[in-house]
Nanobody, 124 residues
Framework: QVQLVESGGGLVQAGDSLRLSCALS????????MGWFRQAPGKGRDFVAG????????YYADSVKGRFTIYRDNTRNTVYLQMNSLKPEDTAVYYC?????????????????WGQGTQVTVSS
């Protein structure tokens, strides 16, 4: 059974940086396309970033381009989200997700497994 565990969230000030981690256990990590989503209070879950199995293809939401970087370490079964120049509007619960088969990275329905989420709060 696949499990995803996120970590690295916290309370930071605007302009600060934070790195989220998501560790996958239970199956071969390199076989999964991975994504990060976020959900702000009272809003839906939105796509943030996605990464192909090899790490060679990256995808970002317009709102985070140039500030966030997704990358993975297949030897550590972990995907990361480096978040720089954080803004109050980045405040949300961040979820990582794993995709078994080929799908659109920005679609929630493309993903088969989800983590429990980690809270990121950015104060102004």
């Amino acid at each position: 059974q696949v499990q995803l565990v996120e970590s690295g969230g916290g309370l930071v000030q605007a302009g600060d940086s934070l790195r989220l981690s998501c560790a996958l256990s239970g199956r071969a990590f390199s076989g999964y396309r991975m994504g990060w989503f976020r959900q702000a209070p009272g809003k839906g879950r939105d796509f943030v970033a996605g990464i192909s199995r090899s790490g060679g293809n990256l995808y970002y939401a317009d709102s985070v381009k140039g500030r966030f970087t997704i990358y993975r370490d297949n030897t550590r079964n972990t995907v990361y989200l480096q978040m720089n120049s954080l803004k109050p509007e980045d405040t949300a619960v961040y979820y990582c997700a794993a995709m078994v088969t080929s799908g659109t990275y920005s679609f929630i329905s493309s993903y088969d497994y989800w983590g429990q989420g980690t809270q990121v709060t950015v104060s102004s």
